[in-house]
């Protein structure tokens, strides 16, 4: 599957709107939402799904992040900051999450046939052909000095304003991409950068832990020179998915996925306590 | 060459059974090239009892995070401890020191569902083509 619109244009797409919702209430909960549609994708019992989500005030930590030499000092810091910490299920290291930053999942079905670096290209299509009547200069590749950098790093002019991460559950895609739409993008890289500042406290450890730059990064309506929101950008993916899909279905998880989900966070909680101890927090 | 009693799964896991009713799990040299430089395993318990194909763990490499799973019903015995400090050992030696964990099976005509190595190479060459 070369052709990344080839997903978007199946009989039927689903989106879904959690943007302004109650629930998922942490972005604990928004992984384990995106795991019970993986799955439900994944089983045929839901079309490919797109899913928009935001939460304000949180840092999502890497598994490696918690492994940081004074993890302790570095997550109670960004407690201090009015930051909730968690750690994610699907690869990466820290990001920052907010009122300005929106999360986009892409989840599909035949991880099977569907190879990681396709999974990528399909977002990067989708983002790429979302903000195209602004700019064709969004380019993906790894900016080295910002937070979580990856090959999959989204930027203009070498600024990065987006990072992707993945996880397959079965034959289940879930294709995460958080883009940071409102300013200020420097001011989350310098909270990164503090956070492993203390985390490290000048240690040396085994894991390679990026040494942020706040200077790589900016949000998307700065590089624009547009006053974005999240509200427009939020519009703008509801006309783009229907221009492109053929039927589109808007609908929130259904009773089996609700329960699937509930197993998931369980999963995730977990998670975060073997991974945090004593800082997490349910 | 492999071991001839190793067997194999499409989902891109290995077992070898080491006796009767225990069998080692890990992952393919395929799936590890795949998945790129991997950061941690985050392994089930040891007693947790599974049904085929249930997860066993979840690998975060820096390109994804995949769950696996077991190819037999069973319960977990041991797990690989050296991942722990050591996760690069599922990239550098997948089939031998990079074992993700041990089951007592409890179903051991489950293996005569798996793959052989030829049939395992065989499924990944169509995926290719």
Redesign the interface.
Known sequence: MSDWKTLFHKDQFRFIDHTNSIEPVTALDAFAVDDALALSVEKGASPTTMRIWTHDQTVVL???DARLPFIKEGVSWLNQQGYQAVVR???GLAVVLDKGVMNITLLFADG??I??HE?YQMMVGFIQELFADYTDQIKAFEVKGSYCP??YDLSIDGKKFAGI??????NGVAVQIYLSIEADNQARAKLIESFYKLGLQGEKS??AYPTVEPNTMEALATLLNKPLTIDFVKNRIREKLTDLTKELQQNDLTAIEKEMYQKRKQQMIV?NKKALGDLFHE | MTNQNFRFT??HEWVLPLNENRARIGITDHAQQ???DI??F?NGEIGDQLAAEDSIG?I????????V?SPLTGKIVKVNENLE?EPELINNDPLESGWLLEIEYSHPEELENLLSEADYQSFINE?EE
């Open positions: 890497g598994i490696p299920n699907s690869g099977n046939k190879g990681i999974g990856g090959d991460s993945q996880r397959r559950v079965k085994k894991f998670r | 499409k989902k795949e998945l790129g950061v941690f985050e979840v975060e490499s820096v390109k994804a995070a995949s769950e799973y400090d995926g």
